[in-house]
């Protein structure tokens, strides 16, 4: 299937979904006694649960998403011709938007920025030169795009390039337990957005593999696919629990089970077990 159409198909139904927010706000604000019967339905109309709109429905003010095109320079030119402002515009827009509907975060309750900002630029360029390359990173509410990553991607760029926007718009809504959770955590936490979103990197490795429920991207990222598995709305209510402090425990507060213990669990669901004679056949085929 044609990426780009993939991509257009995705933003038809962000602007389907903007649509019917917008009339579900006119509703509510013009017809009080409807407005009464929805919030009968749905409880606090504030405070409908994502799932049903893809979008926290109301929010008290928009978010600014601008893009910084400087990978100008004659060899990075892949991130013109193959993704260009627009598809990076409705990117960096589409990435923020999951994240709120997946992480269940309301504006007024988190960080409190009113615009994102994407750079894309050659981190080699400015000065920044490691191998393997820097896909991108993320301080605050300012994403940075390593055009050399793109330049050096095999593949369908546009299509990793969503995903990257997934990740990185993770990071800039996600709480960090006041700096205290662990950075592999937190990847884990943003692949676990992309996962969810339908765009891994084609470089991911296999669900189950991994040595430890920490070790970060997507090894955390299936890892907690599949505590979510145990429980629906797990990561996000792990994400709400770490606004201020983070604890090992709090797996074991919303899973009735330590991390570890859940983690052997998930290693033994795929076969992969630490246990040199697991007490239960693992599941084929995974
Ligand atoms: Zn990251």
Redesign the pocket.
Known sequence: MNRTLLFEANMTSFFMKKLSLLLLMLAVALVPIRAARFAASFGNPGRIKSGYFAYPPIQPRQIDYKVIDNSTSPGNSRFKNEIGEDNAHYGVMLGSGYVFSLLDIHVSEGKGYTEVTLIVESFREAGIEVYPLEV?S?IDNYIRVNSDYIQSFEGDALREFEGIMY??ST?VWQWTGNGQAPQSL??GI?DYVRLKAGFPSVNWGERGSGDSWDQGYEVTAYFLEYCGGLKGGFVAQLNAMMKDSYSDNFFDSLLGKSVDQLWSDYKLAYGNSPIASPAMPPVPGN
Do not use: D, G
Request: negative net charge.
């Open positions: 991108a993320t990740h990185e990071h937190l990847n943003a």
